[in-house]
């Protein structure tokens, strides 16, 4: 049975800590105040949340953005994916070079109601905080030669990243660029990343989902992140391509459990999609004080 923080002759044990520091981790990536955003829509479906302080931005162009009271939606007379993209990209061209979105990729980001629905538009990867859409991206934890090892591969991105430079990272994770599925980005990110060729990136094994849906930096962000497993060889060196990374190391399950409950190293994200992987692998178990809500609290149901 789980332990509660009333009642418990345990509550201080070290056991249970660790329980509750994962449990305000886990409670970390459901935290907003929705009060500050109002949401966006594009007809009846809705799409996003835009942070209220930027209201002004889009009221600006009403040709692209009818605001109303209390919503945001995309003109009517954009009839289809192609206008809607269009007519977004050439506002968010303007908007950057005001600076007003940083961290500019060239890479389409698809912006539907959940992952099955047909593609509303398409969206500059970076403006995807500024919309509150939900982004999808692919994560894979890979295990450094036998599972009973229990050893992680991780790598530590390099210092000129503008998203989280020199955090721990995934030894591999991408985001999910429009037009590719998951086991393509999976496996293009592989080679990438670390340098992990298609026959053997071929063998990571799809295990589920996770998903956050929070307010970080005065915007909100919304992420599904597929999770993948990777058995990789007991020989296997790992070699960024791309740049992204400045080094690779393993941890051991332990290490890293700590690492999640007591630091803030490890990139946001990554944190749902190893403690789900550190659930699986049995690393945590029904014994740990808070199990269920930290389990339950791995993925939002307003997140698809």
């Known amino acids: 049975m789980n332990e509660t923080l009333t009642g418990s002759s345990d509550v201080k044990s070290p056991l249970h800590q660790r329980g509750m520091a994962l449990l305000q981790r886990v409670r970390q990536f459901q935290q907003k105040n929705l009060k500050n955003f109002i949401p966006f829509y594009c007809e009846s479906q809705a799409l996003g949340w835009i942070p209220l302080e930027c209201l002004s931005w889009f009221q600006q162009v009403p040709e692209v953005f009818e605001c109303h009271e209390q919503s945001i939606s995309l003109h009517p007379g954009l009839q289809n994916p192609d206008s809607r993209t269009r007519a977004v990209a050439e506002v968010l061209q303007e908007w950057e070079s005001l600076g007003r979105i940083p961290g500019w990729r060239d890479e389409w980001y698809r912006v539907s109601s959940c992952y099955t629905a047909e593609p509303v538009f398409f969206l500059e990867r ?3 905080s500024l919309f509150g859409i939900t982004s999808y991206g692919v994560h ?3 295990i450094a030669g036998d599972p009973e090892n229990k050893l992680l591969w991780l790598a530590r991105r390099a210092k000129d990243r503008p998203q989280y430079p020199g955090a721990m990272d995934h030894l591999v994770a991408g985001g999910l660029t429009a037009g590719i599925s998951p086991d393509q980005v999976m ?3 592989c080679f990438e990343e670390a340098g992990i060729p298609e026959q053997l990136a071929c063998k990571a094994r799809p295990c589920g989902q996770v998903s956050l849906f929070m307010e970080y930096r005065g ?8 999770c993948y497993d990777l058995i990789l060889p007991e020989d296997f060196v790992p070699c960024n391509k791309d740049g992204e990374v400045e080094s690779f190391f393993k941890k051991s399950f332990s290490k890293v459990e ?5 630091t803030e190293e490890i990139k946001l994200n990554c944190n749902l999609v190893m403690l789900d992987f550190l659930i699986r692998h049995g690393q945590l178990n029904p014994e740990m004080p808070f199990y269920t809500e930290i389990v339950n609290g791995l993925r939002s149901m307003d997140v698809q």
Do not use: H, P
């Open 126 to 128: 970076a403006a995807a």
């Open 140 to 142: 894979l934890n890979g």
């Open 187 to 189: 496996i293009r990110e």
């Open 219 to 226: 915007r909100i962000k919304r992420d599904l992140l597929f």
């Open 258 to 262: 700590a690492l999640i409950a007591e």
